[in-house]
């Protein structure tokens, strides 16, 4: 984590001597030089410029002291050429490069200079005075101007603003593929001495300058010009007046002409203090109020950034200042009561990768420094350091982001906790010291008997013990060094491009020449010291005796990289070497290379990726299981960059990287982390996806396999509330805690601690159980499974047994899984995958059962996907709580198990009750018609409201029967007539007495059932209407029966035709019966197909006459 450390600057003699006021403050573009403007303030003149150094101190030979007063400065952007306008008129143009001459110009110029600015050659130097006098200069090589100008223009007084076409200032451009192409593009123009910009007058007049130098009116605006900004990624020109007032014209690259494109009034008050760009279409004002508003060209948005959202300022603060940190996206702000608030901008958020967020939210509230005596009067962001100068008029501050030092050795960590304290512990006593300085710390350096602390050219070593607080000074020494070491009682120092090995008093014991360059790096892990030169070049000394000696030949690391090296390491027997390097802009990239010492083996592998293939092809496959599991891993470092590298102290296999996201990622890492509680540091947890999304750095475990690859093992999330790895003590990653950094205060817990995954749960005590376990799980990470039963066969602890059971996940080995099961005595574990063995014919599905119960689930998840069971995912999905994307899954692959998910998801929103959620489910899945009447019958208002709402005929009959069950009759009859239930308006109204009503429902319906039940109630008082009402319910067999029992005759054949057969030969034996009607029975018979001769005879007997039987028999056959 950055601090920032302030600096107040070396006061010159004659500032030192009272009475100036300081005026400005410019950093040099490229180099960390920090130009100051003072004047007297009594009578206002006598002014005078200085030249700092970014740790504030004078450099030698750069005043420049005038009778006048300074009114402005510009520096050259490559070489440290400064120039200086006066008010007298006079240009000086200081050189801090060989002689540090000051060259001066007086001869054209009688008014005060309002502005200088150099071309991007450094060729040209354009002048604009009080009385409009435009003057561009030519000047030579050493930064002096040639007495004669190249162009002089008489414009409209006073002139305030000069601003280029094209920047040349390379650190501060938007993007690295923007800035080769514009950074120095007068290298494209016709000359290099050629000249782009626009001028304007307080007045409001806008004037061109081409690159031949001639003057061109391009625009005049209303009000008094306060702010000309100009934008290289919308190619135009914004001019804001006093009054708030915003023109933006648009630029022709081609014919050099201006085109005004927007006319707009800026909130705020008509007292604007300073407005700049805060990113490449991003407008950030203030004028005097408690907030700095932002206007976002691209989006046509207006947003605030509010003071009174930051603790530490007070309430009645307001911003007095405000600048732009390209290169970092920091936005910082200077209030009135002294202190400097900074905001960080994510555009990985606003850029649509995360949820929306409103465009304020954008900004990441970064530091608050301590406040500074005086009113802040201007500020201005140097390199891309992140150094910051700090005018209030009685002084000048320097400001730096410095990130907080910290050392790991042998269980004992020390951590900087502030700018000139370090807090040390001893991890097996869990002892802490606390080590004050009066010095600004520079880094740290710890073993067991001592501890190095240096800075400002100064060494204090301390003895410290693991059993008494007591910290005792062991000795102290000055050396200009930066990098320091301590083995046992002697410290190395990089003196002049050697390793001077000293004393705890500073003398000189020994010096280790390096013949084939000057050291500049150093790193010891057990008593192996790795020195690294400026030309590449690597050599290892055993330390371990009275004197070093040189353990192997130097090894040169320019073959495997061109790019600058920050980082060589060895492992415990110096085996192997881990380099870091960094590209010309001195980005550190997402590679980490591995040099075999012995051999001429190297190889690199890139976080993010699946490539594992060395330098040289000795590349060995390690089948589909490993390869997965490496591919799966890698996909979880995509976009993520190497911070350090760590070896263990004693395997020698073991190798962890810390990676992290970019800085414009960092935010939104953070802002989504705030809504999950991860819990992974210090206890065991599961790795997931979105841990490792949301965290801004994770730790990466790595093992050199015997055939020298690198083999991803683990990826670990660093905890929100902690700042990075500083060490490894295998099995154990120990990281510097956020919280206490910058308090100074002392702390029982300046370190976090975190058990690897294999490793959770064991006695951590017993060496020889930790040993095995890191064969076992460098086994694993190989795939070499049984090498890894064998590691651990002795182990009797059902934690080893687990870690071994999530291996066998990523190995396949359901076989294992069985032993490994029963060995941990899981017996519901072993039953869901013996079932799972028994009933699911994909392997992958098996597994990830078997992920579930040992709570893998981005394991099981993948599985899931691969073997296509997307119905076990969805079940997986709801069991995790994970709805949205259960029913995102059922909607796209599982449609079969839609309903049933939508069911189960109101089912879970109304167990937290919300309840129009559940609703909304229920009636996805078609259930709303039994569950939402159950849930909403407490409150039957809201449920009569949402029934009247649906218009479902269902729910009306629901209600309607609710009603019913209430007593409330009429209520029931209308809701009744609303679903269309007529039976049930029928029964009513016959319960009721309302016969009359309940026939003219009947027939107005015609339904058969309404009509069934009104015939049951009209069969004892009206038995001709009951048949009547049967027959229209088309119940004939019940109308025939009915017939029967009242002995009507009349309609018993119209409906013994009507019935079924039986019904028929009932309905003829009745009538056969009877002599009368014996034709009506021979009739029914005949239908029925049983007109036996018997019958036939006995009907010819009867009728008397076997002719007229035939004729009767054969008349009912035709008709």
Request: charged share 20%; net charge negative.
């Amino acid at each position: 984590m950055a601090i920032y450390f302030n600096r107040e600057v070396q006061a010159a003699a004659s500032v030192a001597a009272g009475g100036l006021k300081y005026q400005l403050v410019q950093w040099h573009p490229v180099h960390e030089v920090l130009a100051v403007a003072a004047k007297n303030e009594a009578t206002d003149s006598d002014g005078s410029v200085h030249c700092y150094t970014h740790e504030g101190q004078l450099l030698e030979g750069s005043s420049i002291q005038r009778t006048s007063v300074v009114e402005c400065m510009a520096w050259e952007q490559r070489r440290k050429l400064l120039a200086v306008g006066w008010r007298s008129g006079e240009i000086s143009v200081s050189s801090l490069e060989g002689t540090k001459d000051v060259f001066e110009q007086s001869s054209v110029h009688r008014d005060a200079i309002l502005f200088l600015c150099w071309n991007g050659s450094g060729s040209r130097l354009v002048s604009g005075d009080q009385n409009g006098l435009l003057v561009i200069w030519r000047v030579d090589t050493k930064g002096s101007l040639y007495p004669l100008p190249v162009h002089k223009h008489q414009l409209v007084a006073p002139l305030n603003h000069c601003i280029l076409k094209y920047s040349a200032s390379l650190p501060y451009s938007w993007n690295q593929s923007e800035s080769s192409e514009k950074a120095f593009s007068w290298k494209h123009a016709s000359d290099q001495d050629s000249i782009s910009c626009f001028v304007t007058s307080q007045k409001g007049n806008i004037y061109h300058i081409s690159n031949m130098g001639s003057v061109s009116e391009t625009f005049i605006v209303e009000g008094t010009i306060h702010s000309v900004l100009y934008s290289h990624a919308r190619q135009s020109l914004v001019v804001i007046t006093q009054m708030m007032q915003l023109y933006q014209y648009a630029v022709n690259a081609n014919s050099n002409t201006i085109t005004l494109s927007m006319n707009a009034k800026l909130s705020g008050n008509n007292k604007p203090i300073n407005i700049i760009w805060a990113g490449p279409a991003l407008l950030a004002t203030c004028s005097y109020e408690d907030v700095v508003r932002l206007w976002d060209f691209d989006r046509d948005e207006n947003y605030l950034l509010e003071l009174a959202n930051v603790d530490r300022v007070p309430e009645t603060a307001h911003v007095t200042y405000i600048d732009y940190n390209k290169t970092k996206a920091i936005l910082s702000v200077a209030t009135s009561s002294g202190h400097i608030v900074m905001w960080q901008y994510s555009p990985f958020k606003s850029k649509g990768l995360g949820p929306r967020v409103e465009p304020s939210e954008c900004w990441n509230l970064l530091s608050v420094t301590p406040p500074i005596i005086g009113l802040i009067t201007q500020m201005r962001w140097g390199t891309a350091k992140g150094l910051l100068a700090v005018n209030s008029g009685q002084s000048v501050h320097i400001f730096s982001a410095q990130v907080m030092h910290s050392h790991f050795n042998d269980q004992v960590s020390a951590v900087q906790v502030s700018p000139k304290s370090v807090s040390v512990t001893y991890h097996s006593t869990n002892l802490v010291h606390s080590i004050n300085v009066d010095f600004l710390i520079d880094g740290v350096c710890v073993t067991k008997e001592h501890t190095a602390v240096w800075g400002d050219k100064k060494v204090m070593l301390y003895s410290l013990s693991s059993d008494k607080p007591v910290a005792r000074v062991a000795g102290s020494f000055t050396t200009t060094s930066t990098v320091i070491l301590l083995y046992e009682y002697s410290v190395f120092v990089i003196e002049n491009g050697q390793v001077e090995v000293r004393t705890l008093q500073g003398t000189t014991k020994q010096v280790l020449t390096c013949p084939e360059g000057a050291a500049n790096l150093m790193s010891i892990n057990g008593h192996y010291l790795v020195v690294t030169t400026d030309t590449a070049w690597v050599m290892v000394w055993d330390i371990s005796r009275r004197e070093p000696r040189q353990f192997s030949s130097p090894k040169n690391l320019r073959e495997m990289t061109s790019d600058s090296i920050v980082s060589v390491k060895c492992n415990s027997v110096c085996s192997h070497l881990s380099v870091i390097t960094t590209d010309r802009q001195d980005h550190v990239g997402s590679a980490i290379n591995v040099v075999e010492m012995e051999g001429n083996h190297k190889f690199s592998y890139t976080l993010g990726t699946a490539d594992f293939t060395g330098l040289q092809s000795n590349y060995v496959p390690r089948g589909d299981a490993v390869e997965s599991r490496q591919a799966e891993l890698a996909v979880k470092l995509a976009g993520r960059l190497l911070a350090t590298s760590y070896w263990d102290n004693e395997e020698p296999k073991l190798l962890v990287c810390e990676a992290m996201l970019e800085h414009d990622q960092v935010s939104l890492a953070r802002s989504r982390r705030r809504h999950f509680t991860t819990g992974l540091l210090g206890k065991q947890s599961t790795t997931s996806v979105a841990d490792l999304t949301m965290a801004s750095s994770v730790a990466v475990v790595m093992f050199i396999t015997d055939d020298t690859e690198l083999l991803l093992s683990e990826i670990i999330p660093v905890e929100e509330h902690c700042d990075g790895l500083i060490g490894v003590a295998a099995p154990v990653l120990y990281f510097s805690k956020l919280s206490i950094i910058g308090k100074g205060e002392r702390t029982d817990s300046p370190c976090d601690t975190h058990i690897m995954r294999d490793f959770v749960g064991l006695d951590l005590r017993d060496k020889a159980v930790v040993k095995s376990m890191m064969k076992f799980t460098a086994c694993c990470t190989e795939g070499n499974m049984d090498e890894a039963f064998k590691a651990i066969k002795q182990i009797k602890s059902k934690a080893v047994w687990e870690n071994m059971a999530k291996m066998c996940v990523s190995s396949r080995r359901l076989d294992v899984a069985a032993v490994c099961l029963g060995n941990m005595g899981n017996a519901r574990a072993a039953m869901a995958l013996r079932k799972a063995r028994e009933e699911l014919p994909e392997v992958e599905a098996q597994l990830a059962t078997l992920a579930v119960q040992l709570n893998m689930l981005d394991e099981a998840e993948l599985l899931f996907k691969q073997c296509e069971r997307y119905d076990l995912l969805n079940q997986f999905y709801q069991s995790m709580g994970q709805w949205s994307q259960a029913i995102e899954l059922a909607e796209t692959q599982d449609r079969m198990n839609l309903k049933t998910t939508y069911y189960n998801y109101g089912n879970h929103v109304e167990s937290i009750g919300e309840l129009t959620a559940a609703i909304n489910c229920y009636e996805k899945s078609d259930t709303h018609y039994v569950e939402v009447p159950r849930m909403l019958l407490d409150d039957p208002d809201e449920l009569q409201e949402y029934i009247m709402k649906s218009k479902d005929k269902t729910l009306y009959q629901w209600w309607a029967e609710y009603m019913e069950s209430l007593g409330d009759l009429e209520a029931a009859l209308q809701f009744y007539r609303d679903g269309g239930d007529h039976t049930s308006i029928v029964r009513i109204h016959c319960y009721m007495g309302n016969t009359d009503k309940a026939i003219d429902e009947v027939d107005r319906s015609g339904d058969r059932a309404a009509a069934f039940h009104l015939a049951q109630r009209l069969e004892t008082d009206d038995p001709q209407k009951a048949i009547h009402y049967y027959t229209k319910a088309q119940s004939y067999s019940t109308a025939l029966k009915l017939a029967k029992e009242c002995d009507l005759q009349g309609e018993l054949m119209s409906l013994a035709l009507l019935c079924s057969e039986d019904d028929k030969l009932e309905a003829a034996r009745i009538y056969e019966s009877n002599p009368a009607t014996i034709d009506k029975a021979i009739v029914l018979y005949q239908e029925v197909g049983v007109a036996t001769h018997g019958l036939m005879d006995q009907a010819l007997l009867l009728a008397g006459s076997y002719q007229l039987a035939i004729t009767k028999v054969t008349a009912q056959k035709w008709f």
